[in-house]
């Protein structure tokens, strides 16, 4: 299984940016998809999941509003439109695939894992 995220880079603040993670070697409409991410020192933590289908979503508080979370099943990919971006928003950002069927915020719930994308939101 892999999968590999892509798409970040340097933005302003209020900029936009759209992550994208694509998987392979797995049956990708089988499982839930989500965006972590971590910033230096600080512990990876939930952004925003999607459930098989596409037609659930589930977002962290400090995103909500501000990034969607999306599927294509039929090309395999998860994406991440990150709008009205923040300074605080910095980090890696990872995909990450579970088989679990409700919806969970829990790292270690997630079975495979993207290398991650460097996000940096400039002030």
């Known amino acids: 299984v892999q999968l590999q995220a892509f798409g970040g880079g340097l933005v302003q603040a209020r900029g936009s940016l759209r992550l994208s993670c694509a998987a392979s070697r797995l049956t990708f409409s089988n499982y839930r998809m989500a965006w972590f991410r971590q910033a230096p020192g600080k512990e990876r933590e939930f952004v925003a999941t999607?459930?098989?289908?596409?037609?659930?979503?589930y977002y962290a508080d400090s995103v909500k509003g501000r990034f969607t979370i999306s599927r294509n099943n039929a090309k395999n990919t998860v994406y991440l439109q990150m709008n009205s971006l923040k300074p605080e928003d910095t980090a890696v950002y990872y995909c990450a695939a579970s088989n679990i069927w409700e919806v969970t915020t829990i790292a270690s719930r997630y079975d495979y894992w993207g290398q991650g994308t460097q996000v940096t939101v400039s002030s």
């Open positions: 999607v459930n098989w289908s596409g037609g659930s979503t």
